[in-house]
Nanobody
């Protein structure tokens, strides 16, 4: 049974940093491309950053480019999202997701497995 569990969320002031983690079980990370998505109240789920299964290619949404970095540790089956210079608009529920394949994608429809999500709130 595939399970993705996010951690590391919370509240932070504008300009602050957080690092999200997603621990995967039931899969071998090196077989799966993964990504972070987010969804704010009243908005559609959007792709934030994605990483190819071996970690050699990434994609990042324009809204977070230069501030967020995605990485994965296949040996430990963990996906990370380092978020720096956080802004109020980054406030959302963040989800990690995975699909078995080689490509990099920011489209939710391409992903088969999802975590439960974790809240990130940026507020002064």
């Amino acid at each position: 049974q595939v399970q993705l569990v996010e951690s590391g969320g919370g509240s932070v002031q504008p300009g602050g940093s957080l690092r999200l983690s997603c621990t995967a079980s039931g899969i071998t990370d090196s077989d799966y491309s993964m990504a972070w998505f987010r969804q704010a109240p009243g908005k559609e789920r959007e792709g934030v950053a994605a990483i190819e299964r071996m970690g050699s290619r990434t994609a990042t949404a324009d809204s977070v480019k230069g501030r967020f970095t995605i990485s994965k540790d296949n040996a430990k089956n963990v996906l990370f999202l380092q978020m720096n210079d956080l802004k109020r608009d980054d406030t959302a529920m963040y989800y990690c997701a995975a699909f078995k394949g080689w490509s990099v994608s920011l489209l939710p429809r391409n992903y088969d497995y999802w975590g439960q999500g974790i809240q990130v709130t940026v507020s002064s």
